[in-house]
């Protein structure tokens, strides 16, 4: 039925469209074509996923041929990534693969974290060898994270009963260093 206005013919396209999906979701099927019940831990079905897939292969393929950036709105894509983020740490799962569930006190899986750390491994000795300090990171930035890790691993160290240095051996009698520890600052004081 066509609309006098527009705006209004497109409201009620959109309005309908959701009640549909609100619909589908409620009888367990998938929203896009309401035919067979989404994937487990996903919301369609593995046919209209592939063809998502497929079709966002494409449009992606031909704007990067014109020369435009991959998404229209980044910052449309930036607050889907933290919604998207936020639901899987509430689920417990890893915010990367979103299957897998996470690591204990970490929020991504192992086989990600592997990933993702052979990957910082790559980029930082590509950067060493083209000579960047750092690994091509901002040197301010990389000191201040080193200050705070540095200064959490003392106090951890202290709070454990530990010597503060090594954090092998308990320190010596009102001191945060152990005895092997202290010799050996005490001789780099002598050698300055």
Do not use: W
């Amino acid at each position: 039925m066509a609309y006098r206005d527009p705006e209004e013919g497109r409201a009620r396209d959109r309005e309908r469209f959701r009640r549909r999906t609100a619909e589908r979701i409620a009888q367990g099927l998938c929203p896009k074509c309401g035919k067979e019940p989404p994937e487990p831990e996903r919301r369609l079905c593995a046919p209209c996923a592939g063809k998502r897939r497929e079709a966002e292969r494409v449009r992606d393929a031909q704007r990067r041929a014109a020369g435009k950036p991959r998404h229209r709105n980044p910052e449309t894509e930036r607050a889907r990534e933290r919604q998207r983020t936020a639901e899987r740490i509430a689920r417990g799962s890893c915010t990367r693969c979103g299957k897998a569930p996470a690591e204990p006190e970490r929020t991504v899986c192992a086989p990600c974290a592997e990933k993702r750390r052979a990957a910082e491994r790559a980029r930082y000795a590509k950067a060493k060898a083209a000579g960047k300090l750092y690994g091509g990171r901002d040197p301010k930035e990389r000191r201040r994270n080193a200050r705070g890790t540095a200064r959490r691993l003392y106090e951890a160290r202290r709070e454990a009963g530990l010597c503060t240095r090594c954090g092998l051996r308990p320190p010596v009698e009102g001191g945060t260093a152990c005895e092997p520890c202290r010799e050996a600052r005490r001789a780099g004081e002598r050698r300055q």
